[in-house]
């Protein structure tokens, strides 16, 4: 049982690059998430989905874009990466409508802009 | 709108002390209440859950209890050990399930 599968672990980008971080889920969950993990700041949402075919900003959207592709996946994509974006990225899901029920988190997606 | 609060860290307790962490939140309505767990390297994982008013959650050792009056969900355990070192995020969430809101994480070190 995978649960929540982040790719990649880690990744190293050049300021101005762009790359997108995948995010899977087996687990048939209506709702996913993508947060941003900075020292001393918790976990800050930045894009969630509350069902297939939507998504909605969080706190701190500007400079992300996601997509919903299906029930099962949820992209973040970074256009232009910037330092300012170099943190640890969780994907997390939940099942949402049906409940209100725990969020499931990846293992994480280390992200380095220098 | 809805927020946690709990304490600062880090916390650094011997083996086999008390462990108290607080956590107190905003929020409007009945929102479900949670404490996670993230070990070094490794993503959130639940720890316990408490849906209603005056619900315990345990588990591994650990409870906390909704407290509706009081606003809070305080983590505690009695004996701590070296493998409980972690960061703790107190969260709730609201509005059918599909927002989740986390405190800022409190690192706990536990020493032989």
């Known amino acids: 049982n995978a649960g929540v599968t982040q790719t990649p672990k880690f990744q190293v980008l050049k300021t101005g690059q762009s790359m997108t971080l995948q995010c899977a889920q087996d687990m048939n969950h209506n709702s996913m998430y993508w947060y941003r993990q900075d020292p001393g700041m918790g976990l800050r949402l930045i894009y969630y989905s509350a069902s297939e075919g939507t998504t909605d900003k969080g706190e701190v959207p500007n400079g992300y874009n996601v997509s919903r592709l299906n029930k099962r996946e949820f992209s973040l994509r970074l256009e232009s990466a910037a330092p300012s974006q170099t943190s640890v990225y969780f994907c997390?899901?939940?099942?949402?409508?049906?409940?209100?029920?725990?969020?499931?988190f990846g293992q994480g997606t280390r992200l380095t802009v220098v | 709108g809805d927020s946690v609060t709990q304490m600062e860290g880090p916390v650094t307790l011997s083996e086999e002390a008390f462990l108290t962490i607080n956590c107190t939140y905003t929020a409007t309505g009945y929102p479900s209440l949670f404490w996670y767990v993230q070990y070094p390297g490794e993503g959130l994982q639940l720890l316990l859950k408490?849906?209603?008013?005056?619900d315990k959650g345990s588990n591994k050792g650990f409870e906390a209890t909704y407290r509706k009056e009081t606003t809070s969900f305080h983590l505690e355990k009695g004996s701590v050990q070296v493998s409980d070192s972690a960061v703790y995020f107190c969260a709730l969430s609201n509005a059918g399930g599909n927002q989740f809101y986390f405190g800022t994480g409190t690192s706990l070190t536990v020493i032989p």
């Open positions: 997390a899901s939940s099942e949402g409508d049906r409940g209100i029920t725990e969020a499931f």
């Open positions: 408490a849906t209603k008013a005056d």
